[in-house]
């Protein structure tokens, strides 16, 4: 059975910094796209960034282009997503998500989600 389990949420000041990770177990992706996913208060979840767990190949949205960076560790099973400069509107929660490459996120898998809070 698959598993993501996400950690490294919290409360950070403006311009701060935190490093979310994301533990996958359960089963193999190499064939998977792995991403980040976020949803503020009132708003659509929406992609972050995304990484192909095989080739490393990283995508990201203009909103966190310079101030995100989207990693995994083959070995650990884990991906993780460094976050720069944070600001006020970057506060949601931030879920992992893996699904087969080609595939719609919805067919995917999914963690809980970590809380992340900037305050201004």
């Known amino acids: 059975q698959v598993q993501l389990v996400e950690s490294g949420g919290g409360l950070v000041q403006t311009g701060g910094s935190l490093r979310l990770s994301c533990a996958a177990s359960?089963?193999?992706?190499?064939?998977?796209?792995m991403a980040w996913f976020r949803q503020a208060p009132g708003k659509e979840r929406e992609l972050v960034a995304s990484i192909t767990w095989s080739e490393g190949s990283t995508y990201y949205k203009d909103f966190v282009k310079g101030r995100f960076t989207i990693s995994r560790d083959n070995a650990k099973n884990t991906v993780y997503l460094q976050m720069n400069s944070l600001k006020p509107e970057d506060t949601a929660v931030y879920y992992c998500?893996?699904?087969?490459?080609?595939?719609?996120?919805?067919?995917?898998?999914w963690g809980q989600g970590t809380q992340v809070t900037v305050s201004s």
């Open positions: 998500a893996a699904a087969l490459i080609g595939s719609a996120w919805s067919r995917g898998y």
């Open positions: 359960g089963g193999t992706f190499s064939s998977h796209t």
